[in-house]
């Protein structure tokens, strides 16, 4: 893939960059929608994984994750944050960049951000600095086990009003399924649906006029959750 770009690159058909940094925000807008690359600066970039910040803390390529977020007339609805870690974390917060957005997608898929990193610290900076209504936990059932539930904890005791979406069911909210009608879903594709896996399935984000219409809808979402699982972590207190 990687010489076919470099191929249609040089021929002219298209432009191959092989890095997101802060001088992107803007050129990739679509329509209304402005995209905004909020990390990494060029200089962490440049620097690359391996090396150590102005604060002499170790880069690793989840340091430098591309934290994308979008906004429509003004109001910064998504951040997608890839897996940035604590380092790259601190890093965006110190640029004075401002990470606030509607819906979120937790970084790492709610598992562990680094072996020195304690989740709960970390997810208490992600929390405050975000302050999303939606988190949403891109997960596969079965696979390393996420999210933690000291993560969807953390989120409780920070964001009590905030809701949680795992697009597949964790291993942690239930050994087996209980039933398997998901007749919330919203039909999109979900690789989850074909092995009988979904939580939240595939989500769709639909934007209104100043509003925000996030599937599957919450109550038939929480009628779900409250059916299929025995320990429900996004429910609990």
Same mark, same amino acid.
């Given at each position: 893939?990687?010489?076919?770009? $470099? ?21 990739? $807008? ?43 007339? &003004?109001?910064?609805?998504? @951040?997608?944050?890839?897996?940035? $870690?604590?380092?790259? @974390? @601190?890093?965006? @917060?110190?640029?004075?960049? $401002? ?55 953390? /989120? ?7 809701? /949680? ?21 919203? &039909? ?14 595939? /989500? ?9 219409? /996030? ?23």
């Amino acid at each position: 893939m990687t010489y076919e770009l $470099d191929l249609a690159n040089k021929k002219g058909r298209l432009q191959f960059n092989v890095a997101l940094t802060t001088n992107d925000t803007g050129k990739l $807008d679509k329509g209304k929608i402005h995209i905004e690359v909020l990390a990494p600066t060029p200089y962490l970039a440049a620097k690359g994984p391996g090396s150590t910040d102005r604060h002499s803390r170790t880069l690793t390529s989840n340091s430098l994750s591309a934290v994308v977020r979008l906004t429509k007339d &003004g109001s910064p609805f998504a @951040l997608l944050p890839g897996d940035i $870690d604590e380092t790259g @974390l @601190l890093n965006l @917060l110190e640029e004075k960049m $401002d990470p606030c957005a509607s819906i979120a997608v937790f970084p790492h898929h709610g598992g562990s951000t680094g072996k020195d990193t304690d989740p709960v610290t970390f997810t208490k900076k992600f929390c405050k600095a975000v302050k999303p209504e939606v988190v949403v936990f891109s997960n596969g059932r079965g696979e390393h086990a996420t999210p933690r539930e000291v993560v969807t904890q953390t /989120i409780r005791q920070v964001l009590p009003k905030t809701r /949680i979406m795992c697009t597949q069911l964790s291993e942690n909210c239930a050994a087996e399924l209980r039933i398997k009608e998901f007749t919330h879903l919203t &039909g999109k594709f979900a690789r989850g649906k074909e092995k009988d896996k979904c939580c939240a399935g595939t /989500i769709v984000v639909e934007l209104g006029q100043g509003d925000i219409r /996030i599937s599957p809808d919450e109550s038939s979402h929480k009628m779900f959750i409250e059916k299929a699982t025995s320990n429900p972590l996004c429910l609990k207190e």
